[in-house]
Structure formats: structure tokens, C-alpha cells
């Protein structure tokens, strides 16, 4: 037989448990507060016990409320969800449990709450959302795309030979306008159809630069726009990426940039560093070192009710615009193992960051 101390006492238990657990007695004072509570609520248990609930959750009245209603009512709760504020991280969406206590005489001696962090949860399920919707709207834009593209073609071609016909060449001007539509409708159903296509990547080693400087000089090339600053990590390793695709994505981000600083004096730029923080490898990829480019703007920036938005495909706030480069980007960077991050302050710029693993599939 084990002595009894090596026994898992329910004490031990408590403690170790994943879940936050908080224990008061009928005035509502903190008896129990394990040590996932203590991380969860960014309180320690040195300050929790002894106090009144109420102070402990000064932000979060309605935990007290439900504890009340517990005790005093036998009203119990059962993963039910709510927003915790914590200290100083931010908000964390929490699934929450309640029951009352008794002593082996059956008298009560007060409540105690469950707590699950549901962060992991709440990302999980909205990325499942999103890769059903997208794989929807791809087959349906791939659809539509194809009933577009032949009539679009007959449309054009009518209209040139019209423009040859015309012997009043004030006429003309109508049939530009007919000839620079259809191709405006050609060049989204284009995008349409290369966002449906899974194509394989053609993954190499690649220095980075060579695609940003590319993209960088394309952007400048076009008018009237700011020019673009490079802070470039010198010491950055290859990044194992498709070159073509990449292209593309980078070519989407700086675009965007450049449209939200528009006419105004503003600041594009691209930086590059290493990342070495393990902690933000992103959910599905494989452990690896990343490489971070960072494209900021100090441009228009995206109100909180759009920046949810701005990887749905066809979301667009410009006039003309596809509302589809972020979503291919997004897709693209998934599919080389990377993530993609953005923050945003309206008024202020923008900031969208790429991850990329770097050299895995050295040669
Ligand atoms: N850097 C940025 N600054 C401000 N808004 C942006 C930025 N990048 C993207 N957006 C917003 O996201 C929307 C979607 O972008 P995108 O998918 O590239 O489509 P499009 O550029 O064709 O509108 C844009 O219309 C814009 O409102
Ligand atoms: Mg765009």
C-alpha cells in the first residue's frame, strides 16, 4: 500500500486542475482560489482569500450576482458564457459552472465556480467557420466566374470591331467605354477564378528581398503614391515560400498600404525581423522559426467593425475595388505553414504582419 500521502488529496486536485476554481462561503468571502483561477483573473490567491468576492471582481459583477443567486437562491449555472476582464492581458471568453456546498450534515456552506477558458475554443470554431464559408463562396465564384468570362469575351470583341466599323468617331467614345468595362469585369472574374484555383505551391528557398523589392518597385512605379521604406533585417534566413505566390500576397498587402494613405503624406514601409518567441507558432503549423515582414501604413486605418471582415472574400470599402486580396493572401500564407496578423487604429495606420517559417526544407 502507497502511504497515504501520496495519495492525490482533493486539495491537490483542486490546485492542479486546468479549469479556475473559487470557493466563498454565504457572506460571499474568497475561500478557495487555485492556481487556475490566480492565472485566469490575473489575481493572486495571497490577495483573493479573505476578500469579498465583489472586490476580487470589481469588473465582473455579474460573476457575483450568479454566486449570489447560488447560494441564496440554489439557482445553479452550467457553462454558461461570459467575458472575464482580466488585470492586464485582455478580455477571455469563459465558460462558467456553479454549485452550492454542503457539509457531510447537509447544511450549506457556500458555493464554488468552474471556470473554463474558452480562447482556444472560441478561435477554433471561428476558423472552422470561415474555411466552410470560404469553400462555399469558392465554388460558387468559380461558377460564376466560368458564365461570366465567355459572353464577357463576345461582349468585348463586338464592341472593337463596332469601334472599327464607326465612321462617326464621336461615337467612339461609347464604345471605349463598353471596351474599358469589360475589361474591368475581366480582370475581377480573373482574380475570382485564381482565388477559387488550388494550385500547387512550388516551394524553394528564398531570399525574401528579392520578392519585396520586387513588389516595392512595381508599387512605386505607379504614380502619385508615397514611397515605401525598407527596414530590412539583414541577418534573416531564407524562407521556404513560392515565389510566385508570394509575390502575389505581398503585392495585395502593399497595395492596400499605399490605397489607405492615399493622396495624404503618410508612410508605407516593410521591415523584416526574426522571430524567435516560440509561444506565437501558429495553431496547425509545424514547430518552427519564423521570419516576420511587417507592412505598415500610416494610412486611414480599420474601424473595429471591418477589421472581422477584411478576410471575407468580396469585403471591399473601395469604389472598383475586388474585396479579395486579403482573403487570397490570408489563404496563401495558410498555406505555406504561416499566419497572418493585423492591428489597426482608425485614423492612425495599420500594421499587417506575415509569418513564414524559414528554412525547414533546406536542401
Ligand atoms: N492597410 C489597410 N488600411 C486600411 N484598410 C485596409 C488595409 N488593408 C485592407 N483594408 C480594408 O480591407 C478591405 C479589403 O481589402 P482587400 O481584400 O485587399 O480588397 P480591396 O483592396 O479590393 O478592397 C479594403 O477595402 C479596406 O477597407
Ligand atoms: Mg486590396
Known amino acids: 500500500m502507497a502511504p497515504s500521502e501520496n495519495i492525490p488529496s482533493y486539495e491537490n486536485i483542486i490546485e492542479n486542475l486546468n479549469e479556475g476554481v473559487i470557493a466563498v462561503i454565504p457572506s460571499l468571502e474568497v475561500t478557495v482560489f487555485n492556481q487556475a483561477a490566480e492565472r485566469m483573473v490575473e489575481f493572486s ?77 472560441r478561435s477554433l470554431e471561428s476558423e472552422t467557420l470561415r474555411k466552410e464559408r470560404l469553400a462555399y463562396i469558392g465554388s460558387f465564384a468559380a ?75 512595381l508599387v512605386e512605379r505607379e504614380e502619385g503614391g508615397p514611397a515605401v521604406v525598407r527596414r530590412y533585417d539583414p541577418s534573416l534566413p531564407a524562407v521556404t515560400g513560392d515565389e510566385g505566390k508570394l509575390t502575389q500576397v505581398f503585392l495585395n498587402l502593399v497595395k492596400n498600404a499605399v490605397e489607405a494613405v492615399g493622396g495624404r503624406d503618410g508612410e508605407v514601409s516593410v521591415s523584416t525581423r526574426m522571430v524567435t518567441e516560440f509561444h506565437i507558432v501558429a495553431e496547425g503549423s509545424k514547430e518552427a522559426k519564423f521570419a516576420e515582414i511587417e507592412i505598415s501604413d500610416t494610412g486611414c486605418g480599420i474601424p473595429q467593425e471591418n477589421l472581422e471582415k477584411i478576410f471575407t472574400p468580396f469585403f471591399t470599402t473601395k469604389p472598383g475595388g475586388s474585396g479579395l486580396g486579403m482573403a487570397i493572401s490570408y489563404r496563401i500564407i495558410k498555406e505555406h505553414g504561416g499566419f497572418l496578423k493585423i492591428e489597426s487604429s482608425p485614423g492612425k495606420g495599420t500594421r499587417v504582419m506575415v509569418y513564414l517559417p524559414v528554412g525547414i526544407e533546406q536542401t
Not at 66 to 90: A, N
Not at 91 to 112: I, K, R, W, Y
Not at 191 to 197: G, H, V
Open 143 to 217: 461558377n460564376i466566374a466560368h458564365e461570366i468570362k465567355n459572353p464577357l469575351g463576345g461582349i468585348k470583341g463586338s464592341a472593337q470591331l463596332l469601334a472599327k466599323k464607326l465612321k462617326d468617331g464621336s461615337l467612339r467614345e461609347y464604345t471605349d467605354v463598353i471596351i474599358k468595362e469589360a475589361d474591368r469585369l475581366n480582370r475581377i472574374v480573373r482574380e475570382m477564378l485564381d482565388f477559387t484555383k488550388t494550385k500547387k505551391l512550388r516551394k524553394k528557398n528564398l531570399n525574401i528581398y528579392k520578392v519585396l523589392d520586387a513588389v516595392i518597385s
Open 45 to 121: 490567491r495571497a490577495q483573493a482569500l479573505g476578500r469579498n468576492l465583489a472586490e476580487v471582481f470589481a469588473m465582473d459583477r455579474w460573476l457575483v450576482e450568479m454566486m449570489r443567486m447560488t447560494i441564496e437562491g440554489g439557482k445553479l449555472f452550467s457553462d454558461y458564457e461570459e467575458t472575464l476582464h482580466r488585470r492586464i492581458s485582455p478580455p477571455m471568453p469563459v465558460a462558467v459552472s456553479t454549485t452550492q456546498v454542503f457539509d457531510p450534515e447537509g447544511n450549506l456552506t457556500g458555493a464554488a465556480v468552474l471556470m473554463k477558458d474558452l480562447t482556444g475554443i
